[in-house]
């Protein structure tokens, strides 16, 4: 039997609700998963729920933007307190900083004349942590671009024209606010972060785990990650991140970590005296909590069910 720790549900980027995805993973013979969600862990406790009614085994995550000496890494946050104030909080900033950049990215596509709306994108995402793939259906939706990869080619490509870096905080304060709600950190796919100089700095900073299976990764990387978490003890996770039907989508399936990866994480959970908290009680804070953090904060967005 297999896991899959790194999924997204359209609770920020990928196209499949909570549900569809526990119903995937059965099908793929799955008996654990976690949802990694960017900045958001809003659909952890529909996951939850899911997963016990089907028998998986469920694991609380969200994926955070970091930046160390000015590289941004991806960072996994596993058996996280999805209620631990100070994260729902901090989550909530990001959430503003992700609408505000969508807010910038249709300026700028405005200026090249592509009159975008972007309410249009809001309305399209549904969700409070949008990001770039939700921009590239809204261009493909209102008929400015062919299809997803022109979207991403023309304009939404890193260094393209309507391009705009995404807010990142660093992965020191990263790794402590993770371990203050209980969880541990992973670095997520450092075969696409090309920034291995990192890893000692992050271990000194609490970095638990790393991501060697990972969709991207050639049986190379996997080896080499696997060599370099052993070497500096760290947990050993992996995942498809997988974004349903999206842009790039690597499909389900595509990675299946062996169940024995989760024993130490388990243990590691143990040790820590983790309390799970999943009942579906507020998980996000309204937008106007994070005062303080944007200029121009944008307004509340609705989700579809
Ligand atoms: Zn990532
Ligand atoms: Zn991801």
Known sequence: MFADLHLHSRYSDGT????????????????????????????????????????????????????????????????????????????????????????????????LGVPLVAETVFNLAKCRSPGRPHVGRALVHCGYCYDLDEAFELFLKKNRPAWVPKYRVSATDLIQLIHGAGGLVVMAHPGLNHYDEAIPELVEAGLDGLECFHTKHTPDLVEFYLKTATEFRLLITGGSDCHGLGKGSPAMGSVRLPLAYLEPLRAWVAKRGYRQRLAPQTVVLPLNQAAGFAPNPAPMLKHSN
């Open 16 to 111: 499949y609700a909570p549900e569809e995805i526990v119903l995937r993973a059965g099908q793929f013979g799955l008996a654990a998963l976690s949802l990694t969600d960017h900045d958001t862990v809003e659909g952890c406790p529909e996951a939850a729920a899911a997963c016990l009614a089907k028998g998986l085994e469920f694991i609380p995550g969200v994926e955070l933007t970091a930046e160390l000496r000015g590289h941004e890494l991806h960072l996994l946050a596993y058996y996280i307190d999805i209620h631990h104030e100070p994260l729902i909080k901090a989550l909530a900033q990001y959430q503003v900083a992700r609408q505000n950049r969508i807010r910038e990215m249709v300026s700028r596509l405005n200026r």
